[in-house]
């Protein structure tokens, strides 16, 4: 029930991706129960009846993610969450509230033993092909060994599932030399150091799109403002089109010729549609989809999930914060 | 001597501001007397001698600013800020070592009373014509107290330089909700809540470039990773297009055809190109441009730096901020 396009999109996601990979994954729907048999039908697919889980309640974008998980026990997203809780489910896809998701999965499924607070991550495109940024998700005033099981949690999840080796790990500052940056990221800056991790120090703002480390370790509060921040620069460069093209017809004309070709190579600043990010350190598999997900975005979504699944992830972080904790 | 194309850009603009604007500023260049004198030679330049001020000494782009100052006394960035202090000249301009232009001009001119920290400013186009981003100086771990004060001196300049009446402030977190944000933004909130300005409160990452607020408040930490990120937006999308142009012969053709169009179209997004920033809260006009600055943007920060001077900014903070000290 979750996203701008919902349900529409996201049943037509879930069900392609059920239809596709059915020998490696099961789906199951999560939602009104009477809206996702109304999309089935208006759409002539067949879906098993007992792979629906009706939810009489939604959580929308803009409610208040502990107070709505409170208020609606009967949601989808709390549902959802419940079913990795007990068993009947290994992962959790949704494109819905953000934070509802993030804190529906906490509250729920558990923390991994070891991990003081989850992560969400995003993955950026970049010179050097992504960007991984943790934490994205907004948990704010994060302290230093925070910044450590992000570092920890990123590392597995970019090693195992975007398949880099010995990824790189640098800290969000706003110089490259240990000694600059705030109080958080100077602390920061020598408990990392201190790990197995391939750390390379601090990275600055410009670094990010330059790919200049795989991963990039941030407090949630600025990982949020660059990602939405970042998320507007698309926009902002149609208005600036749009005002180029309003001069004369000369330049309309040209702008109207190039709009294909340019929307074509500058495709990659849209990952957001692409796929969906993890929330990293619960006990269990959640991915976290944009509101505007496209029925493609779901079904990847779905198999990057079962890619979680398959990977283990759950499992090697907690084996890895189980060593650091007896080292401590 | 500062910036990428010093001294040559820096000695053109200067003389070039000299010779359009004499009956309303005059011009000292300060730096290595022989290499000033070579440029005005070789480009067949007249200026007057007596306007050149000898400095021996240089501080690099890299250096650290406090200790460059502390050892470099006689390097150009020191001795115009000191003719500042000194009265012999109004303002201080230089496309140098930002950290230490802001060091020399805080150490030397002080500060205003009531200014605990100076602020740099960066002002980024956006969809409604501009966004004054206050704190970009990387002036880590502010307090709410600074926020405020940057609040108070942004307000001031925006209104009288960039000519907006009464312009909006909003105060950047993660989301628009008075109880969204970190302990800093909370905090500063309230604080900004009480005072006079026009503050329409929390804004986040994507409202900057949107022009949500005239003025965007924060944390020198993240304004100078923001500022970075934003910088390196145009040498990605640069580096998307070389991409696309090299798949094949058609589409390079196409991006070829059609690169001048965009490069005109997306002028404003190379906006650090046509001025500088003023750095508030000193006791003395102090403006600092990029460090790839031209000669057009060395001409414009000085033509800048005249108008804070005739719009008598440093008046103006000192008597807001002995207001507000009177009141608490």
């Known amino acids: 029930m979750g996203g701008d396009f919902a349900p529409e999109k996201v049943v037509l996601g879930g069900v392609e991706a059920f239809n596709k990979f059915q020998n490696r994954l099961d789906v199951i729907l999560v939602g009104k129960k009477g809206e996702i048999q109304s999309v089935l039908l208006k759409n002539q697919l067949s879906f098993p009846d007992d792979k629906i889980v009706n939810a009489t309640e939604v959580i929308e974008m803009g409610e208040m993610p502990t107070d709505a ?111 600059k940056g705030n109080k958080l990221t100077k602390d920061a800056f020598d408990l990392i150091s201190k790990s197995k991790l391939n750390f390379i120090g601090n990275v600055e ?73 993890p929330l990293l350190g619960v006990n269990g598999i959640t991915i976290i989809g944009h509101g505007s997900s496209t029925s493609l975005a779901i079904e990847n979504m779905i198999l990057r999930a079962y890619e979680v699944y398959e990977r283990k992830i759950t499992e090697r972080i907690k084996k890895t914060l189980a060593q650091i904790s007896v080292k401590e």
Chains 1, 2 share one sequence.
């Open 69 to 179: 998980i409170r208020n609606k026990p009967d949601s989808s997203i709390v549902i959802a969450a419940r079913l990795v809780k007990e068993g009947k489910a290994q992962a959790f896809v949704s494109a819905g509230n953000t934070g509802a998701v993030a804190a529906a999965s906490t509250l729920i499924m558990g923390r991994i033993e070891g991990v003081d607070r989850p992560t969400i991550g995003a993955i950026l495109p970049s010179e050097s092909g992504f960007c991984a940024i943790f934490d994205v998700g907004a948990f704010v005033d994060a302290k230093p060994q925070h910044l450590l099981s992000y570092a920890l949690m990123a590392e597995i999840y970019v090693r195992e599932i975007l398949k880099v080796d010995n990824p790189s790990i640098g800290l969000l500052s706003v110089g490259e030399e240990k000694d």
């Open 205 to 277: 703002g410009r670094d990010i799109l330059k790919g200049t480390a795989n991963i990039v370790i941030c407090d949630g509060f600025i990982g949020n403002i660059l990602l939405k921040f970042g998320e507007s620069v698309p926009k902002y460069m149609k208005h600036l089109l749009t005002l180029y093209a309003k001069e004369n017809l000369f330049k309309k004309i040209k702008i109207g010729l190039f709009k294909n070709t340019l929307k074509e190579a500058l495709s990659p600043l849209d990952y957001q549609k692409y796929g969906g990010v």
